[in-house]
């Protein structure tokens, strides 16, 4: 900043006001100090920086993923880093593979890094509570907001409507006629899959029926297309007439296997979270997408309002979501005495 100065023929403290966004500098020395920066590549030190301040922010957030290949948590990602570039805050960020050991030592190193605050999606059941290294840092007072999962506590956290949005899809299907609806969900113990689950079997209680299969613990597409072939392979009295998949990958791999067996006009399917390809099969796929965006972005306000001094109560925020109709989730129930040429085929 001395050799900034010097070359721009102004003070330090002029040099500071400009690097640092601060009011009080003419248009004319502000565009020197900018030519001189410019010239000689300098590049602010955030590290002396912090040693230089009263307070101990470092000017970076740590995110622990679960699994950011996820295309929803890939878009959250996206939506939240926006918000932490308003605030000029860097991001590190690490993903757990939903193994507690590797969560507590992504929060270990972020904060061994002296991060100012921390989003993180939980792993485990919310009845597991904190780990003794999360709970640590929330009793140091470090910032912490969790996203897509209840964390099990009293604690800021968004997520969407995981539960309204499973009632959604399976009140759709019924709407069409269907009563033996296949459930296909993922990893048991995550709180979004149990509270799709819950929101597909409430709303089958509802009506006095029976789920015709609740299949979870499956992690891949292949493990949803094996499954469903293994459906599709049950007796006509027993086989599901339509299916109702809680994760984006066990979609694509269910519109796989009735593609492959010739059983996608006559088997209904919706899927929970958006894929890419919902539009170019036919018939397109009937989703519940995130709003991943919406997540990202208000779980950003929120960690950067408790950052800037926010000490309200702990907010749980819940962000709607809405079902998208294309084609997939709109095929009647098809009885066996009615002839294929009657049976209803959306374009």
Do not use: W
């Amino acid at each position: 900043m001395k050799n900034v100065a010097t070359l721009a023929d102004v003070s330090f403290k002029t040099v500071s006001r400009v690097v640092n966004r601060e009011p009080g500098v003419s248009r004319q020395l502000e565009e020197r100090v900018t030519a001189a920066i410019a010239e000689l590549g300098y590049q602010p030190d955030h590290g002396a920086r912090t040693l230089r301040r009263t307070t101990t922010q470092s000017a970076t957030v740590g995110v622990v993923h679960a699994d950011i290949s996820n295309p929803f948590m890939a878009a959250v990602h996206g939506a939240f880093e926006a918000v932490a570039a308003t605030n000029d805050c860097l991001i590190l960020s690490g993903t757990s593979l939903e193994q507690p050991e590797r969560h507590d030592e992504l929060i270990q190193a972020f904060t061994g890094r002296r991060v100012d605050g921390l989003l993180i999606v939980p792993v485990g059941t919310p009845a597991d509570g904190p780990s003794a290294v999360l709970e640590r840092e929330i009793r140091r007072g470090t910032a912490v907001v969790f996203v897509d999962r209840d964390p099990g506590f009293d604690a800021d956290v968004v997520m969407s409507d995981h539960r309204g949005g499973a009632e959604l899809a399976t009140r759709h299907l019924l709407g069409y006629g269907h009563r033996k609806i296949a459930f296909l969900g993922s990893r048991e113990h995550v709180h979004s899959v149990i509270e799709r689950r819950d929101g597909f079997e409430s709303v089958m209680r509802e009506i006095a029926a029976h789920p015709a299969a609740v299949i979870t613990g499956l992690r891949t597409p292949d493990d949803a297309a094996n499954a469903v072939a293994e459906l599709m392979n049950l007796s006509p009295d027993d086989r599901p007439t339509a299916i109702f998949s809680a994760q984006n990958g066990l979609t694509l791999g269910a519109v796989r296997a009735l593609h492959a067996l010739g059983l996608q006009h006559e088997i209904a399917l919706v899927g929970f979270d958006h894929i890419d390809s919902v539009d170019i099969v036919n018939p397109g796929i009937t989703t519940v997408p995130q709003n991943a965006e919406e997540v990202g972005r208000r779980a950003g306000e929120l960690l950067f309002n408790r950052l800037n001094g926010d000490q309200s109560d702990p907010i749980r925020e819940i962000v709607p979501v809405k079902l998208v109709p294309r084609g997939s989730g709109e095929i009647p129930v098809q009885h066996p005495d009615q002839p294929d040429d009657q049976r209803q085929h959306p374009r």
